[in-house]
């Protein structure tokens, strides 16, 4: 049994290195306002969130990436889609936070 959670454990902690690194550049953008970089941003997390079973931050990317398509398609974002846009980003932090304190950072 010890040996699978340690396998568990560095899994988790490969993917918070990752996951902690989208989500600065996720944060970035968001002050930069640049809703289609952070659509991008949100389909690369999206991806290995939901690899490894954290499906409310897939959920949560998922939204994001929908957000940065409406705003490549239609060429701009409204004001409500960038406040959404920043409260997705606000809400993955301690999302992160939480895994960090159950898996330990890497």
């Known amino acids: 049994a010890g040996g699978n959670e340690d396998l ?3 899994l988790a902690q490969r993917y918070l290195i990752n996951a902690r690194k989208v989500y600065g550049e996720m944060v970035a953008k968001g002050l930069d306002g640049d809703l289609i970089a952070l659509g991008r941003l949100g389909h690369r997390l999206k991806s290995s969130s939901a ?4 499906n409310d931050i ?3 990317c998922i939204a ?3 957000l940065g398509e409406r705003a490549a398609a239609s060429g ?3 004001v409500e889609e960038h406040a959404e ?3 997705i980003v606000d809400r993955l932090g301690p999302m992160l936070t939480a895994l960090e304190a159950k ?3 890497a």
Do not use: C, M, N, P
């Open 8 to 10: 568990v454990k560095r």
């Open 85 to 87: 846009a920043a409260a």
């Open 58 to 60: 897939a959920d949560a």
């Open 51 to 54: 690899q490894v079973g954290v």
């Open 76 to 78: 701009h974002a409204t």
């Open 64 to 66: 994001l990436e929908q």
């Open 103 to 105: 898996f330990g950072s």
